[in-house]
Every structure is written in structure tokens, then in C-alpha cells.
């Protein structure tokens, strides 16, 4: 059953993309973010696992710790006389603050060493997180120099730099490995929750998946532009070469 995603494939996809970017735009700097977006697939393979997995020597360690600050504890309190004299109600309540305090510091201490695990992860996840934010937004710079007006009005591209998108139809080729790159970003943001269940990294993936759907819209938004004004055209032209008999005027004798 397909219950979780299978990173191998998002690996084979992101390889498979950046190939056909290579080859349709080569030299692009497209096709290097799409190369560098492979990299990043394979590492976030590896990232994924590696959340999966508990980390047992950092457990053993914490388990250590905690052990340590409760003997510690154990042996003050032994230490100490077991029949406390009060000489008056402020002593009583001075001691009972003194407790609170050392027993909020103690649980402050347990609670960090049982969520250390966790919070390792996090950090990294969340720097692996932001790597794919910052390539979204790079490929949005991509898109945003591609104008449709420039093509359809004919202006030719510089002749020197790498391969850009000359015609209408390359164009929307163009846009449209934009918008599946963004969508790999997302499938690869969402590797790093698939079986590490933490409220933040899953909030900061949420937010990726937001930022790459809204680009995606205007990415979009760019290619049904396009498809109206290429179909216009096009309706025109075969309305120039049709023939209507009936319109045509016959000379007077």
C-alpha cells in the first residue's frame, strides 16, 4: 500500500528533471538548480533515515545524566538534618521557597537532557529545511526575468550566456520545470516529518509547502497567458485562410 513516500523515487525523479533541464536549456542556470536540487534530494534521503532513527548512545547519555542528578539529590537530602528546627513562621517559609527553587532547577535539568534527542533533530531539520526555502525562492528568480511580452513580441535574446527560452513553446517548457521543481522541494521538505513527528519542524514544512504552491500559482498564472494568447493567435490566422464564396464581389460588365 502507498502509506508513506519512498525517497529513492523523489531521488530518481529530481535526477530524471534535472536531465531534461540539461538537455532542453543547457548551460541554464536553471539546470544547475536542478542539479543542486538533486544533491539535495539524495542528502535529504539520508536526513530522513537518520530523524527515523533513535539515536541510543544519545539517549544512554541523557539516561546517565538524569541518574546522576538524582543520586546527587538523593545524597544532599540524606545529608541533611532530618529534624529541621523553625524558630518562627518566615524561617518555615523561607525553607519552603528554597525547596521550590532547587526542585524547579532539578526538573528544569531532567527536561532538558529527555528532550535533547529531539531538539538535535530538530536543528537539523530545520537547516535542511531552509536550504530548500532559499532554493524556492532562487527559482522563483528564475522565473521572474522569463517574460512572456519579450518572446511573443519577438525580441531576440542575447547571443552570448547560456541557452534561454526563444519561442512560446519553450517558454512554457521553461516555466514549466519551474513549477515541478518546486514541487520536489515540497515532496523532499516532507520527507524530514514523514517519521519524525515534531510540532516545529512540521510547522516550518508546512510553510515551505505554502511558499512553493503560492510560486507555483504565479508560475502558472504565466503559462495560461500563454495558452490564451497563442490559441488567440492561432484562431486568427485560420480565420485569414478560410475562404467564404459568398462574400465575394463580382465586377460590373
Not at 536549456?25 to 536553471?30: A, I, K, N, V
Not at 536542478?34 to 541510543?56: D, F, N
Not at 538535535?120 to 521572474?144: F, T
Request: hydrophobic content about 45%; overall charge neutral.
Amino acid at each position: 500500500m502507498y502509506l508513506a513516500l519512498d525517497a529513492s523515487k523523489i531521488v530518481e525523479t529530481c535526477r530524471a528533471l534535472h536531465e531534461q533541464v540539461c538537455e532542453r536549456f543547457p548551460g541554464s542556470g536553471l539546470s544547475r538548480v536542478a542539479g543542486e536540487l538533486h544533491s539535495v534530494s539524495t542528502h535529504a534521503a539520508e536526513t530522513g533515515a537518520w530523524l527515523a532513527r533513535p539515536q541510543y548512545w544519545l539517549r544512554g547519555l541523557s539516561i546517565i545524566a538524569i541518574v546522576a542528578i538524582i543520586c546527587v539529590v538523593i545524597g544532599v537530602f540524606l545529608s541533611i538534618d532530618a529534624e529541621p528546627r523553625f524558630t518562627n513562621f518566615a524561617d518555615f517559609l523561607q525553607a519552603s521557597e528554597a525547596a521550590i527553587n532547587e526542585i524547579v532547577f532539578l526538573s528544569v535539568a531532567i527536561f532538558f537532557f529527555v528532550t535533547l534527542e529531539n531538539r538535535m533533530k530538530r536543528r537539523k531539520a530545520l537547516d535542511a529545511i531552509h536550504v530548500l526555502r532559499s532554493l524556492a525562492h532562487i527559482i522563483d528568480m528564475h522565473q521572474l526575468t522569463k517574460d512572456p511580452e519579450r518572446i511573443l513580441s519577438g525580441t531576440p535574446a542575447p547571443e552570448d550566456g547560456p541557452r534561454r527560452p526563444q519561442t512560446p513553446f519553450e517558454l512554457i517548457r521553461y516555466l514549466d520545470a519551474c513549477s515541478d521543481l518546486l514541487a520536489l522541494i515540497s515532496k523532499i521538505a516532507a520527507l524530514y516529518v514523514q517519521n519524525f513527528n515534531d510540532p516545529v519542524t512540521l510547522a516550518a514544512v508546512n510553510e515551505v509547502e505554502a511558499l512553493t504552491n503560492g510560486l507555483s500559482r504565479t508560475i502558472w498564472q504565466k503559462i495560461m497567458i500563454l495558452d490564451r494568447i497563442l490559441a488567440g493567435a492561432a484562431n486568427s490566422a485560420t480565420r485569414k485562410e478560410t475562404v467564404q464564396p459568398g462574400l465575394a464581389i463580382t465586377p460590373p460588365a
